[in-house]
Nanobody, 125 residues
Framework: QVQLVESGGGLVQAGGSLRLSCAFS????????MAWFRQAPGKDRELVAV????????NYGDSVKYRFAVSRDNAKTTLYLQMNSLKPEDTAVYYC??????????????????WGQGTQVTVST
């Protein structure tokens, strides 16, 4: 059974940075496409970033492109999200998710097999 546990969220001022981590427990981390999603109050869950098994393919949501960077360490079975130049509109609960199968940045959200419990990120003005 796969479990995902996010950490690293918190309160930060606009313009600041945070690094989120997602610890994967279970088998075959290297065979999962991994992603970060976020959900703000009253809004739909949106894709933030997705990364392929080996980390060579990455895609980002338009609102975070050039500010956020996704990475993974398959030896440590951990997914990361480096968030820079944070804005108040980045405030949300951030979730990591795992999906088996061929890489795709556009699969529906419900195609992901496993989800973490989320970590709150709050960006103040």
């Amino acid at each position: 059974q796969v479990q995902l546990v996010e950490s690293g969220g918190g309160l930060v001022q606009a313009g600041g940075s945070l690094r989120l981590s997602c610890a994967f427990s279970g088998r075959e981390f290297g065979s999962y496409q991994m992603a970060w999603f976020r959900q703000a109050p009253g809004k739909d869950r949106e894709l933030v970033a997705v990364i392929s098994w080996t980390g060579t393919l990455k895609n980002y949501g338009d609102s975070v492109k050039y500010r956020f960077a996704v990475s993974r360490d398959n030896a440590k079975t951990t997914l990361y999200l480096q968030m820079n130049s944070l804005k108040p509109e980045d405030t949300a609960v951030y979730y990591c998710a795992a999906k088996r199968g061929a890489y795709s940045a556009t699969v529906p959200t419900d195609s992901y097999d496993y989800w973490g419990q989320g970590t709150q990120v709050t960006v103040s003005t």
